[in-house]
């Protein structure tokens, strides 16, 4: 079982950036993908940002060229670095990893607004 605890989240201007970590309980080298997905009120969950355990990444549209997905397996997190940033970004971000089986983080707020 793998326990991830997200940070990071909070308040910003537009424009404005924030890098979200998650912290996975176990070495992230055994973990194929960690990922970031996101939930904005009355939407579904979405995805952000994956990144495989060679390294390869993908990203939404609406994200690419904004934020950047990178991991640290020498500390077991992954991040999400976030420029640009619009109130359209304003949602719970969720740290996920994809291990036999889906685990997820609890979750930090980012809010874009003036």
């Known amino acids: 079982q793998v326990q991830l605890v997200e940070s990071g989240g909070g308040l910003v201007q537009p424009g404005g950036s924030l890098r979200l970590s998650c912290a996975a309980s176990?070495?992230?080298?055994?973990?194929?993908?960690m990922g970031w997905y996101r939930q904005a009120p009355g939407k579904q969950r979405e995805l952000v940002a994956v990144i495989s355990i060679g390294g390869r990444t993908n990203y939404a549209d609406s994200v690419k060229g904004r934020f950047t997905i990178s991991r640290d397996n020498a500390k077991n997190t992954v991040y999400l670095q976030m420029h640009s940033l619009t109130p359209e970004d304003t949602a719970v971000y969720y740290c996920?990893?994809?291990?036999?089986?889906?685990?997820w983080g609890q979750g930090t707020q980012v809010t874009v607004s003036s």
């Open positions: 996920n990893a994809n291990s036999l089986g889906d685990y």
């Open positions: 176990i070495g992230i080298l055994s973990i194929a993908r």
